[in-house]
């Protein structure tokens, strides 16, 4: 053969050849998306090992998870369909209601709202029961699904298959059922109850006890249908027993546990869908309805749904690490953007804070829970979405009008750190409309703000010995110490704030009473502690004890210690310089923790630190103030590695993620930074999980992580260079990364005792060193 008559043959396979390998890099990129990644089940599930867990939780009760929910969502939205696996209606659960819990094996219904606050569902064969009773089915965990804007579940005993998927505001349920002449969908309200009408033999709609208002439209009419309610026990002794009201063929209907049920006669793998939307009247769910989801088309949804999530989630890309880690980074990043929740689009009614019914100006955000994700998911949105941030941050700022006050959360006045923080990055606001409620909340003895007047009058918060057994953890009292700490911190914030408003005196005045957790600073132990009113240290003490409101805040003495984040040089200097500091942080996280006290959801344990709860998350970072880098780079991977999906399901959670603050933790830490001080513009250093990660910010400039020779082992920071100038700080500031930056850092598996150890290096503080 001449090889002249080759060629032809030889390009066609070398075409063929190119082509097969283009589809394969394609199919690798394709699912190397972040969207991928991402398993809704992570923050589900609670530690499993007791080393993690201290002596949580007390007996009798369950221990905590995330407290997450895996449903079908889209970001910041409303609107999610989740799964409950626990039956609130009939149990009494200790510590946080939570309508979903990993280990649990059956499923009593589908809430359309978060935290059952809409209409709940149940796809059923067979024989039903009247809630709260509910006719519950086993699952398979194996057949469990969560994804972005999409959950599924296959029960059981009933042979059906439930999916759903979302919509800004609405939610699509499709439910697969068996060949039967008894296939059910029960819809009820709960225990809070309301109203509900059969409109047709396709549509029902009610309304809430809350006042909201819903629409359910189903893809096909119902052979049968009734209505139903559970009457009030009539004997207070027993009050879970109530009497069941089912009315066939009736259309409407009132009370506790309201609802509907819907016989239908179906085929073997028929699909019965439901679409549901609420809104402040029947006609916004009805056009909510009309405009999102015209059609039945449960697999355009999901794409679409699928598809703003990727547009979210694309914006951070990271490089390296294990498949795990990556899991891990995308789910916690998601659940990063669960809060604040959008409640009404430019231009759409929604119910304000004052229970009128309001025309949004802007788009119209839920309250910022301050005290948690006001600690770090919030300046992570700063970073990925200054836009957006700015309309949440008009919200509160609407909510304050309403209220009359700013927005607080627990005992502190974090909205302070928020704002200052957000002005520190440039995300536009009215400096002096908010201003005018931070100060009256700051101000005002009628506030929010629980004992001013004695923070004000002597520059603390006293305690007293509650009756009876003090023993922790006692729930009472006025968490003084947590509450004086706290009430600094937002002073310190909103000082600087009023500095950059001109306002000297406000400045000077709040300036001072930034110093106030010094107060509460016992020399001679070495702790912050509680005091009486008359100013002596409330005895016994003993910092390992922790509290729930008796002096601390869900914390110890030892946790609320490190409580004093917008000073942190100055606690370097009450307890006695540098390298006493330091032998505190180590003795910190080193010593066991066996109180005789159970704090639920202080899981997560190094020594004393509990990643499970708020009040010390930050204080591994603090060795950046002691010279001492390497060692919150060490504490950095340890608590990532051990605190999260350390358990057999790879899904568990430290305490509770609290709308995203766990979560945002590990995102900010995998990418090797965290802000200590949301109201700071400063970010400190880590050590970062993946070879690179590249991150799309807001403001259309991209921030680079370059992390060299990084490894499981090489978790030590050697060196390091900022738009390649040698970098000796371990930190920086939104000022040198705002315009887009590279920060390369050099990984091995040695502590450079020098990088980042000169006093100079320090990330700033209020106070200087002594």
Known sequence: MQISSLIPKLALACASLMLCLSITAACAAQKNQPVNYVNGLVGTAPLDRQSLIGNAPPPGELLYSGFTSPGAALPQSEVRLSPINENLDLMYPAGVRSQYYYPKRMIYGFSTEVDEDGPILMPMVGNWTVPPERSASVYDKSRELSSPGYYSVYLDDFHTLAEMTVTQWTGLFRFTFPASKKAHIILDLGRSGGSVEIVDDHTLRGRMDDGAYFVAVFSRPFAESGVFRQMPPKNENYPLLGFSDVRP???????????????????????????????????????????????????????????????????????????????????????????PRLVAGKGAQFIGNDGKIHTAQHDRYGEIPFWDTGRNQVVLLMMLEPKIMASILRSQLDMARENGYM?????????????????????????????????????????????????EKQGWISDYIPKGNPDPPYAGGKAGVATTLEYSWDDHAL????????????????????????????????????????????????????????????????????????????????????????????QFFSTPYHPQGICRDCTGVIGQYVQGNQPDQQAAYYYDWGGQPWKTQKLAREIMRLMYGSDASGYAFPGMDDQGSTSSWYVMSAMGFYPVDPSSPDYILGSPIFRKTTIEMGNGYTFMIVARHNSAANIYIQSATLNGKPWKKPWFSWDDIRDGAVLTLTMGPHPNLRWGSAPADAPPSMSAPK
């Open 407 to 455: 927005g607080t959360s627990f005992h502190g006045d974090h909205a302070d750190l928020v704002y200052l923080g957000a002005w520190e990055r440039g995300i536009p606001f009215d400096h002096e409309a908010v201003y005018r409620y931070l100060y009256k909340n700051a101000t005002d003895p009628k506030g929010p703000r629980p004992y001013l007047a004695e923070y």
């Open 495 to 586: 000082a600087l704030y009023a500095q950059r408003l001109g306002k000297q005196a406000d400045y000077q005045r709040f300036l001072r009473r930034s110093h106030n957790y010094r107060n509460v600073f016992d020399s001679q132990d070495g702790f912050m502690r509680g005091r009486l009113a008359d100013g002596q240290w409330i005895t016994p003490f003993d910092p390992e004890e922790p509290y729930y409101n008796f002096m601390m805040k869900e914390a110890s003495g030892w946790g609320t210690l490190w409580l004093v984040p917008h000073d942190v040089q100055g606690l370097i200097n009450l307890l006695g310089g540098r390298e006493k500091f330091d032998a505190k942080l180590d």
């Open 249 to 339: 063929d009736q259309k409407d209907i009132s009370g506790n546990f309201a609802g509907a049920y819907l016989r239908f006669v179906t085929t073997q793998d028929e699909q019965v869908l439901v679409k549901v939307a609420t809104g402040v009247s029947y006609e916004q769910a009805e056009q909510r309805l009309t405009q999102e989801d015209p059609s039945w088309d449960f697999n355009r949804v999901h794409a679409a749904a699928r598809a703003a999530w990727a547009s979210k989630l694309n914006r951070v890309r990271v490089e390296g690490g294990t498949a795990k880690q990556k899991m891990l980074f995308y789910s916690c990043l998601y659940h990063s953007f669960d809060s």
